[in-house]
């Protein structure tokens, strides 16, 4: 052994067999002729007004209603706001167990 070189055996998980000339042959002409007829689909007009209209969106925020929120607030601050534990515990159990 000259060296420098190494002798190793291939490892496969499998017997190798040999694909026959014309199968092989066939196969290229096959994915050949289906990536020459795929016609290759160009960006759609759409696109740009899709982009914008997200970006809108999320410069935007999230939906808000700031005349609740602030009448919330006041009632929280004037000591006026009353919750009911069970109805906030019923809603939550619902809302889980039905995923609504």
Excluded at 3 to 19: A, E, H, Q
Excluded at 55 to 64: H, K, N, V
């Amino acid at each position: 052994m000259k060296k420098g070189s190494m002798m190793v055996d291939p490892v496969t998980l499998w017997p190798i067999r040999s694909v026959p000339k014309s199968v092989a042959d066939e196969s290229v002409r096959t994915a050949h002729a289906q990536a020459v007829s795929t016609p290759t689909r160009a960006p759609a007009a759409g696109l740009p007004k899709l982009v914008n209209l997200t970006t809108e969106l999320a410069s935007a925020g999230p939906p808000m209603d700031h005349a609740r929120i602030a009448q919330l607030r006041q009632s929280i601050a004037h000591g006026e706001y009353s919750h009911d534990i069970d109805a906030i515990a019923d809603s939550m159990i619902r809302f889980f167990r039905t995923g609504e």
